[in-house]
Every structure is written in C-alpha cells, then in structure tokens.
C-alpha cells in the first residue's frame, strides 16, 4: 500500500466510523416517553411503533453499509479494479466503449449485490409495518425502467463525459461540467412530463372545494400554475408527501393520494402553500444552481485527479484511464461528499423554515400547518427525537419539534399585526 492507500482506506473507514457513530447516537436519543406536543395526535402505541421503525431502518442500514465496506475492500485488495479492466481491455473495444464496459459491468455488480437488501427493505421491513403497497411485479417494471432509463440517459452522457476527458485537452473538464449541467436543466423540463409518468400516473385534482382553495390561493399569492396533480403514490406505499418540480409549462405541484386521503383541506392548503414557498423564495434555482457549482467543482477535481499515478497505484490499477479515474475518483470523494452534506443539509433546513414562515403568513393558518406535519408524522412513523449528529448528517428537513416551534414563532407577528 502506497500513502495514497492509507490515505483512502483512512478516509473510507472515517466515513464508515461517522456514519456508525451517528446511528448509534440516534438510537441512544430515542425517548420511550412521548413529547408533550404530540400527544394530541399520537398516542404511546403509535410512538412505540414509531421508534421500533427507527431501531429496524437502522440496523439494517448498519448491517447493509457494513457488507457493501466489506465488499468494497475484498474486491479493491484482491486487484478487483485491475482484474476487471484487463478482461474488458480484452475484448478490443476503443477507449470509450471500454469504459462503458468495465463502469456498466461495476454498477451492475454493486446493483446485484444490493438487490437483496432492497427486496427485504420493500417486502420485509416495508411490509411488516404496513407501508409496502408494492407488487413483485411492480418491483421487477421499476427495476427494468430504471436500468433502461440509465442506459439510454446515462450511457451517452457518461460516453460524452469520457470523450470530453480523453479528447479535449486540459480544458475537457470545462466541456464536460457545460454538457452536464444543459442535461440536468433539459431533465428539469422533461422529467415531470415524459419521465416522472413511466413510474406513476399523475392525474389532475378533481373539481371541488380543495382543487378550488388551492388555485384561488395561488392566484392570490401569484403563483403561476394551472393545475395541481395528484399522483398514486399508494401504488408502492402507504406513506404521504407532497412535492414540487419542473419550470415553466412543465411546472407541477403534486398530492400524493395517500396525502389527499389522510388530510383535511385546510392542511392540504397548508401543505401546498409551504411548497409554493419554496417557489416564490426562489429556492429551486438556488439548489439547482448549487448543484451546477459542485458538479463543476468535481470536474475539476477529476481533472488533477487523472494526473496523480499515484492514486491509480493505490488500487492496482497498472494502465491509467480515464474510465478508472473516474470511478475511483467516485470512491474517494465519497466522505468528501459526507461531510459536504452537514452545511448543506444546515442550508436545506432553513429553506424549511422559510417555506413554513410563508405559508403562516400568506395562509394564516398555522394550526392547519401544525396539525397537518403531525398527521404526516405519524403516518410515516417519523422519528421525533433525532440526535443532533444525525439531524446535521441526513436530514434535510428540520426535526418536527423545532418545525412546529418556528411556525409558532412565525404566527406571533402575524398575529399581533391582526
């Protein structure tokens, strides 16, 4: 093992180890006694029935995380990523539908290896707390779906970012980082029509007192949309959510239909103004914008990356290529991104807040906002108390107890004002 070596088994155990600690922690952090604040809608069975979902998520993220490491280092100190790169070389391919080759036949192996911890998570875990509305059938179409949509998408785009990288000089970073970010404003366009709908059919909001609160309230606080949407999310699960997506006539907001089942109206307009939030604070452009930034920071780090022979000795591999930078670079940028993810999430959050303060203020009513974020909870067996560790690594949205204190909070001038 070369520094370089020691270097990344360090950083991949560290990331390992922060993970670990936070799930231990978290679990640590649950209370058996259900917060005052919740009492008006859960009751300790549900709270108990919560906190057995956490402890089950959990430790099968544990065990899970712990075979894909183990995996990850039997292949990388057995010459897994130079066995395979001499094979696919083999066939006689160029350099560009090798690498195809040996990152496809990578992801495919890494997704086989997860395919049984997916089945149990949907039909064990899933199931057994009465979320899964999956069929094996379902389960088998979004499988193939998301394979051909990663073959058709996916493989042009990663043979362009190969060409750009192989062909183009010191500057094929820059081509590269262009070519992605017009492919993920394009999707922005397109998903919500053509691709969103090969896994769930969204049908408009039927005429009534909800579909016409909704539209009057987004006519009220100029929010340019023509139809809401109400997707079948029971298809797959029980759980409930609400979100927004695409630009322009593509723009859409979407009900799940387990949402529209389980709130009343006023919870429903409270839930659909917070997304609308989201939309009027101009923080969809601020995210995607953000991600163009990283993308384009990544590229560049891929580009010196490609240079150090180093790195390359640190996993074998003899023949450097920018198909095995690529993928190794992936692999040490892993808890990079982990750590990236802490004021990320921190930004996220607050956007959560600020979503909230708007629906308070342009609705009025934040008992409907509470009551509704506590239904969702409890529905989907949230965890109330998260550990701190936790809430900075995973969560984007803030825990529920500081939510309802912030909408609280935002009430109060309103209130005044009145």
């Known amino acids: 093992m070369n520094t370089y070596a020691v270097l990344i088994l360090g950083a991949l155990l560290a990331e390992y180890g922060l993970t670990l600690s936070s799930d231990l922690l978290n679990l ?27 402890r089950t998520r959990t430790r099968f993220g544990l065990f899970s995380s712990t075979v894909d490491l183990a995996v990850l280092l039997v292949f990388w100190f057995i010459g897994g990523f130079e066995g395979l790169d001499t094979v696919v070389r083999g066939w006689g391919f160029g350099p560009i539908a090798t690498g195809l080759c040996y990152i496809g036949l990578l992801v495919l192996g890494r997704g086989a290896l997860s395919l049984p911890f997916t089945i149990y998570s949907t039909f064990g875990i899933e199931e057994r707390f009465g979320f899964n509305e999956t069929t094996p059938r379902t389960f088998v179409l979004d499988l193939l779906k998301s394979v051909a949509l ?26 590269a980082w262009v070519v992605v970010t017009a492919v993920m404003l ?46 079948d999310g029971s298809r797959r699960s029980n759980k409930a959510n609400a979100f927004f997506t695409g630009f322009g006539a593509n723009r859409r907001i979407v009900l799940f239909d ?11 307009l409270s839930v659909v103004a917070h997304e609308m939030g989201h939309y ?79 629906a308070v203020e342009t609705t009025g009513r ?26 900075a690594l995973e969560y984007s949205h803030p825990p529920l107890a500081e939510r309802i204190d912030q909408i609280r909070a935002a009430a109060r001038p309103a209130q005044s004002a009145t």
Request: charged share 20%; hydrophobic share 45%; proline share 7%.
């Open 28 to 54: 640590r952090h649950l209370q058996p006694e259900l917060p005052a604040e919740f009492r008006d809608t859960f009751d300790r069975a549900e709270h108990e029935r919560a906190q057995e979902y956490t």
């Open 150 to 175: 990663g073959v058709v998408l996916g493989g042009p785009l990663l043979a362009a970012v190969l060409w750009f990288f192989q062909s183009t000089g010191p500057y094929g970073w820059v081509y």
């Open 186 to 231: 394009l999707l922005q366009f397109f998903a919500p029509r053509y691709l969103m709908p090969l896994f769930n059919d969204f049908e408009p909001l039927e005429a009534g007192g909800l579909r016409e609160r909704i539209l009057s309230y987004a006519d009220r606080v100029d929010f340019p949309v023509d139809e809401v949407y109400v997707m």
């Open 258 to 268: 387990t949402l529209v089942e389980q709130l009343s109206v006023d919870e429903l």
């Open 280 to 358: 009027k604070l101009h923080h969809i452009p601020q995210r995607i914008a953000t991600s163009v930034v990283q993308t384009g920071v990544l590229f560049l780090l891929l580009s010196v990356f490609l240079q150090v022979e180093g790195l390359f000795d640190a996993f074998y591999v003899d023949q450097p290529s920018v198909y095995t930078g690529l993928l190794l670079f992936g692999l040490l940028y892993s808890p990079v991104d982990l750590l990236l993810s802490i004021p990320l999430n921190a930004w996220a959050r607050r956007h959560e807040f600020q979503a909230d303060r708007f």
């Open 366 to 391: 934040e008992g409907a906002l509470v009551s509704g974020l506590k239904r969702l909870a409890e529905t989907n067996l949230s965890t109330l108390t998260p550990h701190p560790l936790t809430v």
